[in-house]
């Protein structure tokens, strides 16, 4: 759908002009020149500080107006270890919220420490560093497996990692970590933000935490807390250097580091909250706001970045540029993406000047871009819209492999049958192409069946509700609908059906999503069933809740063979995984042809595909290669708890069926039993099983 655009971003070079380039400090001819952005300030001025004593200023420095609303000073005093701030005075009125007492961050600033409560000073760090040759992995998008983790979390109680690496960039970069993810077979971690961040006071005075990190306080900076305690003792380069060696160690072992960014707001919160960076510097462009300064806010978190203000979408794109390049880092995710797309009538268009410009930026080329298509505001769930060069989380598709497996599950059990068929099951299982277009494909789709924020996936078969009590709201907060689905008891039980019947529902979703067409994403734990005690919003909790056990009982074991075995067969089957949607008519390179059959074995009929009675099919991809070798696989679904015989199809060309999985057993079989095409088996309930077509 084509909207109106903003007319102050209509033209790209608005955002790309020069005036906006080299923002932050550079260094030149042995000096360093600091530019800053601010269109309404009257006067900027740059205070350095004592090395030790961050109260202490040591030299007050103005700034002079350049062009574009550029304010620039350049001075030796600029160096390496250098902690500074600024200080922007300007007019007072609606929207206007200038104050010259107040320390300002520099927004370009690499390195920041901390001077007391809601108090930060920027550094000047060294950025060398020797990334000794190594490239990054460049995983092709069909081979992508993302690992959606938290950076503390994830080591934070690894028995094989010391404890001095607990938590930290050196600890994911750890061999044992790497080990972990590789056992595994996952190609992409993605980091829940690490940026720079802060917690909110009022979590602060119910004695928690904002332990996700959507809460940035500066775009450039890695947070310090996620170093080790040397580095932070040794200060912001030691700091990046050892965030660096990360990303070094885990492209060495052919992972890519993907990063949950926050663009969208920022720990400054509503009016009357901190006032640390962008609100001291010019908040009536950076923000988006009513005439009277009132605050429109699309994100729920108490304001929203402008970025139908250049310089404010400059400020995403140049920090996207630097993490990408000068960080090495292969991909983002965007949290609340729809805001970035929002034009000066805050309305979301697709062909938003700053989602043009990640997109197609030469400086971005090959890095994944992944959008959370959705906000809060009016327009805000955007799913699919997202153009060319975008994948974005596919919310579509998660509700619908809920249904599916659980609350159709559960919805028969109490009605004595399904609500509906398996037509809208298998739309999102062969790619969710209702939702992207031809030229985008099934890779635009990141297909997840949970992530950070919701039920974990052993709690999305152990609670019908969620118990967020512990987050001090009263259980107010986090998502009232899970489609989740107990089994017929509230959390944990002893009733060994119930246990037997939860872990069958663990391999369903799990086989689901890896054997769907698109990207899938793991969420961190599933592969071992980790529970969160039913909490669905644990964003403030930094503690044993949270953090990965590593302690495993047998069918956690047996669960992440599953999950180990599920993904070599998506590595070893690339009708599993097209790149493109096939054509009806058409040979269409690295596709995947579909036949649809039901439990006879019979072409799927119109009436079967949406007669909830009949919730089992057989689904045939045969891929279309350009670079692998030839590939057909037949996955029968089966949706309802009553057995079912099935009969497998009589397809041309198709001598036999081998046996490659099934989420019946509780562990995975390595026979590869060999059926023909007429012969007959039985599913249980609600089970799947793969064959390899040969």
Avoid at 20 to 44: C, E, I, M, P, Q
Avoid at 604 to 630: C, D, G, K, L
């Amino acid at each position: 759908m084509t909207r109106p655009q903003s007319t102050v971003l209509t033209a790209r070079p608005a955002l790309l002009s020069s005036e906006l380039d080299d923002l932050g400090v550079t260094f030149h001819d042995g000096t360093a020149t600091l530019r800053v952005w601010s269109a309404h300030a009257s006067t900027v001025e740059l205070l350095l500080f004592d090395d030790v004593d961050l109260d202490w200023i040591t030299d007050t420095i103005p700034l002079l107006p350049a062009d574009g609303g550029v304010w620039q000073v350049t001075t030796a005093a600029l160096r390496p270890g250098v902690r500074y701030a600024l200080r922007v005075d300007g007019p007072h009125g609606p929207g206007q919220t200038f104050n010259p007492r107040t320390l300002l961050l520099d927004p370009y600033s690499k390195g920041l420490v901390a001077a007391g409560f809601e108090n930060w000073r920027s550094v000047v760090v060294d950025e060398s560093f020797d990334w000794g040759g190594v490239a990054k992995p460049a995983v092709p998008l069909d081979q992508t497996v993302i690992y959606e983790a938290h950076l503390k979390g994830l080591s934070k109680r690894h028995p094989l990692i010391p404890p001095a690496l607990h938590g930290t960039y050196a600890g994911l970069a750890h061999p044992a970590m790497i080990d972990h993810l590789l056992t595994l077979g996952v190609t992409s971690v993605e980091l829940l933000p690490v940026h720079a961040f802060a917690t909110e006071p009022r979590l602060l005075q119910l004695g928690l935490a904002n332990y996700w990190g959507y809460n940035t306080l500066n775009f450039f900076t890695p947070q310090a807390a996620y170093a080790t305690a040397a580095s932070r003792a040794a200060g912001p380069d030691a700091v990046l250097r050892e965030f660096k060696g990360m990303v070094r160690l885990l492209h060495e072992a052919g992972l890519e580091v993907l990063l949950d960014v926050v663009y969208n707001h920022t720990a400054e919160e509503a009016l009357g909250g901190p006032r640390t960076s962008l609100r001291g510097i010019d908040n009536r462009s950076y923000y988006r706001q009513h005439d009277d300064g009132a605050y429109i806010d699309v994100t729920g978190c108490g304001n929203s970045l402008n970025t139908a203000t250049p310089a404010a979408a400059r400020l995403v794109l140049d920090s996207l540029r630097y993490w990408a390049n000068d960080l090495q880092i292969d991909g983002f995710r965007f949290d609340l993406a729809a805001t970035l797309g929002r034009d000066e009538h805050h309305t979301f268009t697709p062909e938003h000047p700053l989602l043009r410009a990640i997109a197609d930026d030469p400086q971005l080329a090959g890095v994944k871009k992944i959008a959370e298509p959705w906000d809060v505001g009016m327009g805000g769930w955007q799913t699919g819209n997202f153009g060319e060069g975008w994948h974005e989380w596919n919310d579509r598709y998660r509700d619908r492999i809920r249904n599916f497996w659980l609350s159709d599950v559960d919805y028969a059990r109490r009605a004595a049958g399904a609500p509906v068929g398996i037509g809208g099951f298998a739309t999102r299982l062969a790619g969710s192409s209702n939702t992207f277009s031809t030229e985008r494909g099934p890779l635009a789709s990141i297909n997840f069946i949970t992530a950070h924020d919701g039920f974990t996936l052993r709690d999305l078969v152990s609670y019908d509700v969620k118990h967020n009590l512990g987050n001090g709201e009263q259980n107010r907060d986090g998502a009232d609908t899970n489609r989740s689905f107990n089994h017929g008891a509230e959390g944990p039980t002893d009733d060994q059906a119930v246990l037997a019947t939860r872990r069958r529902a663990m391999r369903n979703l799990l086989g689901t999503l890896l054997l769907s067409a698109g990207i899938p994403m793991i969420t961190a734990g599933d592969e071992f069933g980790r529970s969160q005690r039913g909490n669905n919003n644990a964003y403030c909790h930094d503690s044993a809740l949270t953090w990965m056990p590593w302690d495993h009982a047998p069918w956690q074991q047996d669960l992440f063979a599953h999950v180990q075995r599920l993904i070599a067969l998506r590595r070893e089957n690339p009708a599993l995984r097209p790149i493109r949607f096939a054509h009806e008519t058409e040979v269409v390179p690295s596709a995947s042809v579909i036949d649809w059959y039901d439990e006879n074995g019979e072409t799927m009929s119109i009436e079967r595909w949406t007669n909830p009675a009949h919730r089992t099919m057989q689904y045939v991809a045969a891929s279309t290669p350009e670079r692998e070798a030839f590939n057909r696989i037949l996955l029968v679904v089966h949706g309802n708890e009553r057995p079912v015989e099935v009969t497998l199809p009589t397809i041309e060309g198709v001598t036999r069926y081998v046996s490659l999985w099934s989420s019946v057993d509780e562990r995975p079989s390595d026979e590869e039993t060999v059926y023909v095409p007429g012969d007959v088996f039985e599913l249980p309930d609600t089970s799947m099983r793969l064959f390899r077509a040969e």
